[in-house]
């Protein structure tokens, strides 16, 4: 069973950088046709999509985000990451680490991780 794990500080302040990590586990992030992606819930609204990885490293961004977000992976960790810089109050959520099979719609990915709340003050 493929199990997400997201790891991170709980408290960044503004105009920092938030760097975040997902470990996963049961299932190689290389898996052929595997995506994996981050979205983050804040308080009182839905999920927005932060972009993801493909299995062979291609990256897929959001425009809206592309000038603070960056997405990498490790390979050998069996890890991939979100970097997200200038935070401000407004990136306070719920961040998700999310993955499997390529689909349009984020909720229908199999894989979850169980989140992290990111706060963002000073």
């Known amino acids: 069973q493929v199990q997400l794990q997201e790891s991170g500080p709980g408290l960044v302040k503004p105009s920092q950088t938030l760097s975040l990590t997902c470990t996963v586990s049961?299932?190689?992030?290389?898996?052929?046709?595997?995506?994996w992606n981050w979205v983050r819930q804040p308080p009182g609204k839905g999920l927005e999509w932060m972009g993801g990885i493909g299995y062979r490293g291609n990256i897929y961004d959001v425009p809206s985000l592309k000038s603070r977000a960056s997405i990498s992976r490790d390979t050998s960790k069996n890890q991939f990451t979100l970097q997200l810089s200038s935070v401000a109050p407004e990136d306070t959520a719920v961040y998700y680490c999310?993955?499997?099979?390529?689909?349009?719609?984020?909720?229908?990915?199999?894989?979850w991780g169980q989140g992290a709340q990111v706060t963002v003050s000073s």
């Open positions: 999310v993955g499997g099979l390529w689909t349009t719609n984020v909720y229908e990915y199999d894989y």
């Open positions: 049961g299932g190689s992030i290389t898996t052929n046709g595997y995506y």
